[in-house]
């Protein structure tokens, strides 16, 4: 059974702040991971994807992958109010559908 | 370029009645995903297509959901007969065959049975 855990949260930081948002997977064979944003009542939209071991960026936002330890994180600099949002892991298997966490409910205060 | 486009955005009915959902993927997308998401959850799959051939509706539940994707574009998904815990937003995605499987979400349709 593929599964991915997140801690729901809320997580909340001051605005400025660095956000750390936290997966773990259970399958090994594991290739991509994937980090969508969802606002209350809107669909997931994607913000992030890696599929090798290290970090990527793209601006404000990092990913950091560590296939051994079967983590994936997410890194917001300089967190803004309309960050708050919940965050959604997902990972897949070659080409197969996404498995995703239940999401970490993250709250940026002003 | 268009969305992932979907109707209703909404619907309510009684339990055991019937209800149909319809999704447009991303021009030139073969691959097409039903989730349903319920309140508090991750999205969790209900069926894959690729082009109009069914990849895996494993967690289907085939007593009362049925999908099909005819021409290998639209799909439609049907709950017949619906029951309370089928309330949930149902999300379509789509992807590029060799993309990496990056998938673009819909709006979803947000259904309530009552």
């Known amino acids: 059974q593929k599964e991915v855990e997140q801690n729901s949260g809320p997580l909340s930081v001051p605005e400025g702040a660095i956000a750390s948002l936290n997966c773990t997977y259970s399958?090994?064979?594991?290739?991509?991971f994937f980090w969508y944003r969802q606002y209350s009542g809107k669909s997931p939209e994607l913000i992030m994807f890696i599929y090798s071991n290290g970090d990527k960026e793209d601006g404000r936002f990092t990913a950091q992958l560590n296939k051994a330890s079967q983590y994936v994180s997410l890194l917001i600099r300089d967190s803004q109010p309309s960050d708050s949002a919940t965050y959604l892991c997902a990972a897949s298997w070659g080409n197969t559908p996404l498995v995703f966490g239940k999401g970490t409910r993250l709250s940026v205060i002003a | 370029e268009a969305g992932v486009a979907q109707s209703p955005r909404y619907k309510i009915i009684e339990k055991r009645q019937s209800v149909a959902f319809w999704c447009n993927p991303i021009?030139?997308?073969?691959?097409l995903y039903w989730y349903q998401q319920i309140l508090g959850q991750g999205p969790k799959l209900l069926i894959q297509f690729q082009n109009n051939g069914v990849v895996d509706d494993s967690q289907l539940p085939k007593d009362r959901f049925s999908a099909e994707r005819l021409k290998g574009v639209d799909s439609t998904l049907k709950i017949q007969p619906a029951k309370l815990e089928d309330s949930a937003v149902y999300l379509c995605?789509?992807?590029?065959?060799?993309?990496?499987?990056?998938?673009?979400f819909g709006a979803g349709t947000r259904l309530s049975v009552l």
């Open positions: 995605a789509s992807s590029l065959v060799g993309g990496g499987n990056i998938q673009y």
């Open positions: 021009s030139g997308h073969a691959t």
């Open positions: 399958d090994r064979g594991s290739q991509s």
